[in-house]
């Protein structure tokens, strides 16, 4: 086994799945004994959620209000969370820093950075609006590019995520791919009903709820939909004939995902996708977006849709509500397939990179051929 590192700066915004992916690994790495001192963007926490963080061990919480690289009007934060971790880093002293975003990782820190991409505003234009990144977002493009080149190392929960780093900022270092992980024991069915779950932020077209939305009326069961509906601006999306249920606390979220038979996500960018690993470790069958990331993930363990393909979606949740057994052995398959995601995987892949991290490295053969 790697031997861990002592204690690791990382970074996590709240309003998503990197929160969960955050709390993930460092519980992973508590219980190998690396305290993780948990920098928190884009607050405040909901009180589940710090009681969450709290619950798991070596795990100190620094919370921020500061907003996040990608929201409007973002620099002057940007600019003072950066100091902010500095001086974090200055007090804590950690043996590594772990961003999970990409402009801190420029920051002149002490210790060995490392940069994890879970996505990005220019793939999701590309993916959702079939644009390139408009103007208003170039100083977000400098900054995304010149946390990617300053960063140690690179991470990207796919190759599908990796690949677009190359194409939107000429990656030049290595990208290496660890998928995201949970740990199974948290997740498991329940006695299943007709219901279709949803989990995904509601005003985030990148979730694709509004073409859920629209066959949810020619759903021959209810669908539920669980997320915030406000974003960041203020500005609510709420479904017309889904039913809202809003952001839930974590234990209510896995009693839906165990009485759910199925899990929709129809999804127009979605790199990896935390939900649906969920949804398949509690059971459900899985109707999915067909975009790279999640055919990647998912391989021939769920349905896919094409995200604009209204009739297709209806079709295919439609077809598993009315045939219990077909949906039992998709879920199956998907929960056979979810099992290659764990937070142990996850968690030791990680640690090699750490080491590799804070290894010195040896010049390149170039450079010692050069100064021969």
């Known amino acids: 086994m790697t031997e861990p590192p002592g204690h690791v700066l990382m970074t996590a915004d709240c309003l998503g799945g990197i929160w969960d992916y955050a709390l993930t690994l460092a519980g992973e790495l508590g219980r190998r004994g690396t305290q993780v001192t948990l920098a928190v963007l884009g607050g405040p926490l909901a009180e589940d959620q710090r009681a969450a963080a709290q619950a798991v061990p070596g795990l100190s919480l620094a919370e921020s209000g500061f907003k996040l690289e990608w929201m409007p009007d973002c620099g002057d934060d940007v600019a003072r969370s950066g100091q902010w971790l500095l001086e974090l880093e200055r007090e804590v002293k950690p043996d590594l820093v772990h961003i999970n975003g990409y402009a801190h990782a420029a920051l002149p820190f002490t210790a060995p950075v490392l940069c994890v991409a879970h996505s990005c505003v220019a793939s999701w234009f590309a993916a959702v609006k079939g644009e390139e990144l408009p103007e208003r977002f170039d ?151 067909d975009i790279p990331s999640l055919r990647e993930v998912w391989g021939d363990a769920a349905i896919y849709v094409r995200p604009d393909d209204v009739d297709g979606l209806r079709r295919a949740l439609n077809g598993l509500l009315a045939d219990s057994c077909r949906a039992a052995d998709l879920a199956q398959h998907a929960r056979i397939r979810a099992r290659r995601y764990t937070a142990s995987a996850m968690v030791e892949a990680y640690l090699d990179l750490y080491a590799d991290l804070r290894e010195p490295r040896a010049p390149r053969a170039a450079e010692t051929a050069t100064a021969a």
């Open 139 to 289: 100083g977000y493009w400098e900054s995304v590019a010149a946390g990617l080149a300053a960063a140690g190392r690179v991470v990207a929960p796919s190759r599908t995520m990796a690949a677009d780093l190359a194409l939107h900022y000429g990656v030049a270092p290595e990208v290496t791919v660890i998928p995201n992980g949970i740990d199974p024991a948290g997740f498991a069915p329940g006695a299943k009903e007709p219901v279709v779950l949803s989990v995904g932020r509601v005003w985030d077209e990148a979730k694709n709820i509004a073409v859920l939305d629209r066959v949810a009326r020619g759903i021959g069961a209810p669908v539920l939909v669980a997320g915030d509906v406000r974003g960041p601006d203020g500005t609510e999306r709420r479904p017309d004939y889904a039913m809202a249920l809003g952001r839930l606390p974590r234990a209510e979220l896995r009693d839906l995902y165990a009485r759910a038979r199925i899990f929709c996500h129809p999804a127009r960018y979605e790199p990896f996708g935390l939900a649906a690993l969920e949804a398949a470790l509690s059971g459900c069958a899985l109707v999915l977006g």
